[in-house]
């Protein structure tokens, strides 16, 4: 970390979203992450996102666990509400906290111990009944916080700091992701943020389960040579399938790509994901074949990159359980208590 | 883009936007830091060996270093009113408060056997007589004023500048084993040359005011006065009062200080009439504001036309009125309005419409080249004339500046003076001394203050107006005291502290990029410059400030920094996992006349 606070001041002609903000309004405290950690440019990411959207950091509730990257929403979208749970219970507290009040957007963030290890079941049940949220893995291959043992996530073969090889199998959550019905699967890296941010961007607009597993190296423990979670390793064995754009309409030209090699996608929010395809032969609708490609891939040391699967039409647990739009903390008393009629009613419908 | 050559000083000199802006390159940042932590006398010692006249300079200075001041391009568009650091202001600081520092001048040198004559004995010719008395040349400065100082001593007026300020300086230079004439105008450059010196100086300065010949000018002669010769006068005690109703003609600074004195000796209804616009008047910004200030009022588009008088007794003056207008070239030109002339009533004017150059003791037929404006030919950079033994410097070479131009000119030309009495090649010029220290004393410690203070540019105190006014020996402006100065300190951000990129440590982890308050650190692929200056985070649209670009790093991207705007806060080479940043402060102090001339062959080739 550093002494001073970073200074208010910024960049003359730093530009202002529609509601005003500039980016620097969506950062949060100085990190106390060490130097250099992957961490922190995913927070840049999600600050970078945020601000592109034109969301009000208060309109956000981020949720974490515990761990270095579960630190990590002090770090950006100070204004957002936020609540840094127990150990792997983040995906828990958010499905609560998402019942209670629909309004809000959830960012849950979490590390490879956090979500592979203690909280693996919770990250499975999260998944499973389609919450509406992005959670975002930051996984670096091990437990950063408790000084760099390794994590489930950890390659078999991978080598400690120490020198020491890595035994156990390990656990690819974006393979556990697909496999438990995710209806937004994608794989970022902290070095690449030209990717990042418009993964982010379109988790965000996703309805439904969007998990974005993000290779974030750890600088002080996992960056050296033999990691399969250090820059260098990342970077030569990148295979990145498709290029993402987030557009607000169809007729928006960012990027101009060859015809024939740009999809859209049109999300739940009106906006449109356009896609630019880097393999021809992936397809992000088939998760069949999303598993397939990965497992391929996986098994020749790549590490497979970008938006991997997508169901634009999901539907989120609020539809399956037909609960009330209006937050539960502004319904009125007569609405939260209609009466004995009303609960004879109910009861007598259940006998 | 080609990877920036750190081993020339030219990129990180530039970084420093103040010291590259002073003609005399004095390390503004470094001497500022000194002075926050209250060691004034070496902040004092750091001005006087690049500007000689820090205590005159710390009050009078035309400051070319504020407008360039990175601050105020720091704060464009982040709430307070942009200001550039208090530069000049925190000079005086220095020189107020620095207590007693004989001791730490330099020695008298034995004599070489060689001699100099400077004429006249302005900045010019005293900074030439500095820097040449401690290496052991023999100077004789000669002037035809009785004291020494040139137009700091009789044109800068009292209430801006003490005597005793003046003396004082002087005093050090002089004290160096100098010989002063006073009261010795040189008549004759060809007996002067006879005179057997090796090298002459000419610092005699723009001595002439400009005068308007207009009908009345010459009936009314008692009561209309040139600028200048009016404010000598002033400066010598010949004139004590003045009339109550005075018109000013002129809007450069030498009308500003006719108005001012002529309202501390008894006018009472002073104006300054202006044939240009406010904002087109050559007078600074803070020189109009502070003649306003004590009431003095400024009338623009006002042409003078006649000075009316009854029997050669000034009474009025008259103009004709205009309005700019674009001419098809876009050039403003100002043309009558055609409304009828404006008649103002006077009893005194004072005519401040310039200066000129008059080398009237320099006879044509010595071999010594001038040019059709009447000024001397001289090789821009080394300050020789076509005589290779006569050198010039100040308002005599290329017609009035100010002091801080006529002090880089008594040195380069003592340098060339110097050489020239070596029998070495003039054109030739010893390299500046560029040291470059790391400022990392721990994770995130640095031995520079690196936070950025908030706060707005502190005012000076002044005297009050009724005291101000009713004498001309009364300092206005009373210089911060101590804990101002260290706030005002605080503001400068330290622009030599300079961010220094190793390419081979980077490991493209973005984390400089991410922390950098002002987005000024970019890693993209390489382009031309008016590529990478669109690419980058925040587009580089001041194309007067370079560009710092890496060779190409591992990803076979660049690193792009825009130094801009960067506030040298030490956030990316403390975010930074791999030392690939550093803050290193670079100090660059100019070459000088001196002994130690090591390396000269290596020296700066002219350009
Ligand atoms: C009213 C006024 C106010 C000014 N205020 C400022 C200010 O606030 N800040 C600033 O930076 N600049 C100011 N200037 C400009 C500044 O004074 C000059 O640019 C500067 O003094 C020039 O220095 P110099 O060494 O070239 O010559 P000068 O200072 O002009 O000195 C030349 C000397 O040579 C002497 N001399 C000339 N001919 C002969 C001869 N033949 N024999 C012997 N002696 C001779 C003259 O008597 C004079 O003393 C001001 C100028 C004026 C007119
Ligand atoms: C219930 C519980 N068990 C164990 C710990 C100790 N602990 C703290 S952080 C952590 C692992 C964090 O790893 P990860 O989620 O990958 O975060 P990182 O620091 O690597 O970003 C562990 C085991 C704890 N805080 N609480
Ligand atoms: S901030 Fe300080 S170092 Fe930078 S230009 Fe201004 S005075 Fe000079
Ligand atoms: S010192 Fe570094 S972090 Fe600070 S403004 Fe400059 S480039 Fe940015
Ligand atoms: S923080 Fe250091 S290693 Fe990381 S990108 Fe910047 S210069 Fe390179
Ligand atoms: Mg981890």
């Known amino acids: 970390m550093t002494w001073i606070a970073k200074p208010r001041l910024h960049h003359p002609t730093l530009a202002r979203n529609s509601l005003g903000y500039t980016r620097r309004d969506y950062e949060g405290k100085v990190s106390t992450l060490c130097a250099g950690c992957g961490h922190d ?108 043992q390794f994590s489930a996530t950890a390659d078999p073969g991978s080598v400690s700091k120490k020198g020491v090889a890595n035994t156990d199998g390990p656990l690819d959550l974006v393979g556990l992701a697909l496999l438990l019905g995710a209806s937004f699967v994608a794989r970022g890296f902290a070095g690449d943020k030209a990717q990042l941010v418009p993964l982010v961007q379109a988790a965000i607009s996703h309805k439904g389960s969007a998990i974005i597993d993000v290779i974030s190296p750890c600088i002080a423990f996992n960056n050296h040579a033999g ?68 497992h391929e891939h996986q098994a020749r040391g790549e590490v497979v990159t970008g938006l991997l699967y997508v169901d634009p039409a999901a539907q989120d647990l609020h539809a399956g359980l037909e609960t009330v739009e209006t937050p539960l903390n502004l319904l009125s008393e007569a609405e939260l208590c209609p009466g004995a009629a009303v609960l004879e009613h109910i009861n007598s419908s259940l006998r | 883009m080609h990877p920036t050559d750190t081993s020339k000083p030219d990129h990180f000199h530039k970084v420093v936007d103040c010291q590259w802006a002073c003609p005399a390159h004095t390390p503004v940042p470094e001497y500022i830091r000194l002075i926050a932590a209250g060691r004034y006398a070496d902040a004092y010692m750091v001005n006087w060996h690049s500007n000689v006249f ?33 530069i000049c202001r925190l000079k005086r600081v220095a020189a107020d408060h620095k207590g007693d520092i004989q001791a730490r001048l330099p020695q008298r040198a034995a004599a070489n056997g060689r001699r100099v004559a400077c004429v006249g004995a302005g900045p010019a010719s005293l900074t030439v007589a500095r820097d040449l008395a401690h290496l052991g040349y023999q100077v004789s400065v000669f002037d035809r004023d009785p004291k020494a100082g040139g137009f700091m001593r009789t044109q800068v007026p009292r209430f801006r500048l003490p005597e005793e300020v003046i003396d004082e300086e002087i005093g050090y230079i002089l004290g160096l084993g100098i010989q002063f004439h006073g009261g010795t105008p040189i008549s004759s450059l060809r007996r002067l040359l006879s005179d057997g010196f090796d090298a002459i100086f000419v610092g005699s300065g723009a001595p002439r005011g400009r005068d308007l010949d207009l009908p009345g000018r010459r009936e009314a002669a008692a009561r209309i006065h040139i600028g200048i010769d009016w404010l000598a006068s002033v400066s010598f005690g010949h004139v004590t009062s003045i009339g109550k109703r005075v018109i000013v003609l002129g809007g450069g600074n030498t009308a500003m200080d006719c108005c001012r004195s002529a309202r501390r000796l008894g006018g009472t209804a002073v104006k300054v009439i202006v044939r240009s616009g406010y904002d087109e008047m050559k007078a600074s910004p803070w020189e109009k504001e ?67 150059n008059s080398f009237p003791w320099i006879e044509r037929d010595l071999g010594l080249a001038f040019d059709d404006g009447g000024l ?44 020239w009495m070596r029998g070495e090649d003039v054109r030739l010029r010893p390299p500046p001394r560029v040291h470059m220290t790391s400022q990392k004393m721990g994770i995130h410690e640095w031995s520079y203050d690196n936070d950025i203070s908030p706060e707005p540019r502190r005012k000076v105190p002044w005297a009050a107006a009724e005291l101000a006014l009713k004498s001309i020996r009364v300092e206005v402006e009373l210089g911060f005291d101590g804990s101002n100065a260290w706030k005002e300190a605080q503001r400068c951000l330290n622009c030599d502290v300079q961010t220094v990129f190793k390419r081979e440590l980077c490991i493209e982890c973005d984390a400089c990029t991410d922390i950098c308050p002002m987005d000024c650190i970019t890693f993209t692929t390489n382009g031309d410059e008016a590529d990478l200056r669109r690419q980058l985070r925040a587009p580089a649209l001041n194309v007067r400030q370079d560009l710092y670009v890496s060779d190409s790093l591992r990803t076979g991207r660049v690193m792009v920094k825009d130094e801009d705007v960067c506030l040298h806060c030490g ?37």
């Open chain 2, 571 to 607: 956030l990316c080479a403390e975010r930074c996992p791999t030392g690939a940043w550093d803050m290193q402060k670079f100090l660059l102090e100019l070459s000088r006349a001196a002994p130690d001339r090591e390396s000269v062959e290596a020296g700066r080739e002219i350009r």
């Open chain 2, 54 to 86: 820090p205590g005159i300079l710390g009050r009078t200075c035309d400051r070319p270093c504020e407008p360039a001041c990175r601050r105020v391009r720091v704060e464009t568009n982040n709430g307070n009113e942009a200001e550039s650091v208090a």
């Open chain 2, 376 to 419: 001397p030919v001289l090789d821009t950079a080394t300050l020789q004339s076509s005589l290779p033994n006569v050198f010039f410097g100040g308002d005599a070479a290329f017609g009035p500046k100010n002091i801080i131009w006529a002090v880089a000119h008594g040195h380069e030309a003592a340098i060339s003076m110097d050489r």
């Open chain 1, 227 to 294: 990691s399969t979670k250090s820059y260098d390793y990342v970077r030569e064995h990148n295979e990145a399938v498709n290029q993402l754009d987030l557009v607000p309409s169809r007729n928006e030209i960012t990027v101009d790509y060859a015809a024939g090699e740009t999809v859209e996608l049109a999300q739940h929010d009106g906006t449109f994901l356009r896609l630019h395809k880097l393999r021809e032969d992936y397809d992000p609708h088939d998760r069949i074949g999303a598993m397939n490609y990965l």
């Open chain 1, 41 to 148: 440019s995913i927070s840049a990411a999600i600050v970078q996102a945020f601000w592109l959207m034109d969301i009000a950091p208060h309109r956000v509730a981020k949720l974490s666990g515990i761990g270095c990257s579960s630190k990590t929403p002090d770090y950006f979208l100070g204004p957002a509400h936020g609540f840094n749970t127990v150990h792997g219970r983040m995906p828990s507290v958010l499905t609560g906290a998402n019942l209670a009040n629909r309004s809000l957007i959830y960012l849950g963030v979490s590390g490879d111990g956090d979500s592979a290890s203690i909280g693996l079941g919770q990250f499975a049940h999260a998944i499973r009944r389609g919450v509406d949220m992005t959670y975002i893995v930051e996984n670096n291959g091990v437990y950063g916080l408790t000084k760099g």
């Open chain 2, 290 to 356: 502070d003649a306003q200030h004590e009431g003095i009022p400024i009338l623009n588009y006002l042409v003078p036309v006649e000075f009316e008088h009854e029997k050669g007794r000034l009474m009025a003056v008259r103009f004709r009125k205009v309005r700019p207008e674009l001419d098809d070239r876009g050039a403003r030109r100002l043309v009558p309005s055609g409304e009828p002339d404006q008649r103002i009533e006077c009893d005194e004017a004072i005519i401040a419409v310039g200066q000129e």
